[in-house]
């Protein structure tokens, strides 16, 4: 009924379609499995002349390249939006499932290759971050290190005592409380930080700390009798440590202080909450924005890119601190 | 102010206690330039501690240090006895050389290094005058073809050289000598007897602590011999070795090493 409707309504002059029937039974070839009979029907919707009604054929050929989709046929179904597209260039709907069609197009290395390409400026800004705090805090933590590591086998007891305090509160607490105070805290004193200063100053004073335990250690496991053949000889407690003791401690201090450094370099990632942006700060950022994992993982690689170059590192500087015990 | 009959060291009545045990006790002793002192003993009387407190890595509690006429190492405050200034003490101690029963050469030098650290670090001289002096102190050891080594890859009778030229390159007036060969195997003790009897002719004023009686026989212008902290008798050699045989501690403590 409806189809002698339209007839009558069309005219004579053009044989009108009957859109609706159209799509009934190119709905119902679908439902019977006949993909081609329903795509052979949709495409005889033309292009709507000016000024005519386009909802039909937008219609038409979205159905169509959902079903050339389903069939695997993206790039068809690429076509069939285009068309769309041509004539109606800000159909959000087309645009849409092309960028969804086009990701499928594209193999998933490619997307990956894309995502990283799209990712790393910002990722290698945020890692060059780490590495600036990373060779801060190695810079500053093995003096700090040795000053604590010295006050604390001292025989001024309110130095001892001060420097024991030093590594028994910051070895006690966890290091994020510690940026904390120093970044959040200390502003409430009338001390305000710049991100990096305070990540700096916390960084360094845990390592110290840590570096601090491990060189008396260091420095204590040396034989007496070395200390007391530089006494022999003339030198002062401060000459002794510092040409025949500590040297001899760079050895034996490698290992520990290099495992030290390693983990250094991850918990630079603790400094993201006190408003530092570095490597991990940068991947949360993108994996925020994009949604996009790719961000977190590339994060990843960097640090284990950098965990590996640094273990490399130390491991020949190891080895060259030994020389004189092989030769 | 070195006159030609003050002895070199003194020491006055010098004691020494760990906790309640006297190691050295209430010793009096003169030592003048040139002298060849051996001091022998059992283990444990106190040779050791004598000859740490001489160049003060021991703290005495009593008696008084005189090196060249001048007391050294301790100065009165309150009331109470203190150690000097640890630059006096370290400048006393540059003037007496010490050598040590298992050598302590510094492993992270090398031969040279070990050598040159003296004048270098403590007497502030040169690279090239350290050397220098180094060099000449290796050569008088014997072991000038050695310089370049460190120490892990010498014989212990080499490290001991080795250390002995550590010691003279500070040109000390005193040497003090801690069983010096006893951690060496003895094939390898005739060489460090050799060098400290070189020393010996060449003058050098010395003060050795040996289990190696032959060599105490050979070297010494007086045998001391210690036990529990005191002197229990002394004289030359020959006195020591006979007059000791009527000293029962003594003949038996000879007979137990001969
Ligand atoms: N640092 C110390 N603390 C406590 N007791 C010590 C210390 N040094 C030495 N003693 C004790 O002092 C005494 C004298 O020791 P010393 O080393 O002077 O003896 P020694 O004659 O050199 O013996 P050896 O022939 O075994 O070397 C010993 O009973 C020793 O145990
Ligand atoms: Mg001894």
């Not at chain 2, 070195?2 to 070199?8: F, G």
């Not at chain 2, 020591?240 to 009527?246: E, K, M, R, Y």
Request: charged share 20%; net charge neutral.
């Amino acid at each position: 009924m409806a189809l002698l409707f339209l007839w009558a309504l069309s005219g004579p002059c053009l044989a009108a379609i009957d859109y609706d029937g159209l799509f009934r039974q190119s709905s119902d070839l679908m439902a019977q499995g006949d993909l081609g009979g329903a795509l052979d029907l949709l495409g005889k919707v033309p292009p709507p002349a000016a000024g005519e009604e386009a909802g039909a054929f937008v219609s038409s050929r979205m159905q169509a390249a959902r079903i050339l989709a389903a069939q695997k046929e993206p790039d068809k179904a690429v076509a069939a939006c285009r068309e769309v597209l041509k004539l109606f260039p800000d159909n959000s709907e087309a645009r849409n499932f092309v960028a969804a069609l086009e990701q499928q197009l594209k193999p998933g290395w490619h997307t990956v290759l894309s995502d990283t390409l799209r990712f790393l400026p910002s990722l290698a800004k945020g890692a060059l971050m780490t590495l600036l705090l990373v060779l801060c805090t190695m810079l500053v933590s093995p003096l700090g290190g040795l000053l604590i590591a010295l006050g604390r086998i001292s025989t001024v007891r309110p130095v001892s005592g001060f420097c024991w305090f030093i590594i028994w509160f910051f070895r006690g607490t966890p290091l994020l409380l510690q940026l904390f105070f120093i970044y959040y805290g200390l502003p409430s004193l009338g001390i305000t930080l710049a991100p990096f200063t305070a990540a700096v100053i916390g960084l360094g004073l845990n390592y110290s700390a840590y570096l601090g335990e491990i060189i008396r250690g260091a420095i204590q496991s040396i034989d007496h009798g070395q200390m007391e053949a530089a006494k022999a000889i003339g030198m002062t407690y401060g000459q002794a440590m510092r040409r025949v003791i500590v040297p001899q401690t760079y050895k034996r201090l490698m290992p520990p202080v290099g495992n030290e450094f390693i983990a250094l370099i991850k918990d630079t990632a603790l400094v993201s909450t006190i408003a530092m942006v570095e490597l991990m700060r940068a991947a949360d950022q993108l994996f925020n924005t994009y949604f996009n994992i790719t961000a977190l993982a590339l994060a990843a690689v960097i640090y284990l890119v950098l965990t590996t170059i640094f273990t490399f590192i130390f491991e020949k500087i190891e080895y060259r601190a030994g020389i004189y015990e092989q030769r | 102010m070195n006159s030609a009959d003050q002895p070199l060291l003194k020491l006055k009545n010098i004691t020494k206690r760990f906790k309640s045990l006297t190691a050295v006790n209430g010793i009096n002793l003169e030592v003048s330039a040139g002298e060849k002192l051996v001091i022998i003993g059992p283990s444990g009387s106190g040779k050791s501690t004598l000859l740490r407190a001489i160049n003060l890595l021991e703290e005495i509690e009593e008696g008084a240090i005189i090196f060249e006429g001048r007391e050294v190492g301790y100065v009165m405050s309150k009331g109470k006895r203190h150690l000097g200034h640890p630059r006096a003490i370290s400048a006393l101690r540059a003037e007496i050389g010490m050598v040590f029963q298992h050598f302590h050469l510094f492993p992270h030098m090398t031969v040279l290094g070990n050598v040159m650290e003296g004048p270098l670090t403590v007497q502030g001289k040169s690279a090239d005058e350290a050397r220098s002096i180094a060099t000449d102190m290796l050569v008088k050891v014997g072991l000038s073809d050695k310089r370049d080594v460190f120490p892990a890859t010498l014989s212990g009778g080499q490290k001991q050289r080795v250390a002995i030229a550590r010691a003279l390159a500070m040109r000390p007036k005193l040497m003090l000598f801690d069983e010096p060969t006893s951690a060496l195997d003895p094939e390898l003790v005739g060489e460090v007897f050799d060098t400290i009897h070189t020393l010996a002719d060449e003058g050098m004023t010395m003060i050795i602590v040996t289990h190696h009686m032959g060599f105490a026989r050979e070297l010494a212008d007086r045998v001391i011999f210690m036990e529990s902290g005191n002197f229990l008798a002394q004289g030359t050699p020959e006195e020591l070795f006979s007059a000791g045989q009527d000293n029962e501690r003594i003949r038996g403590f000879l007979n137990r090493l001969l």
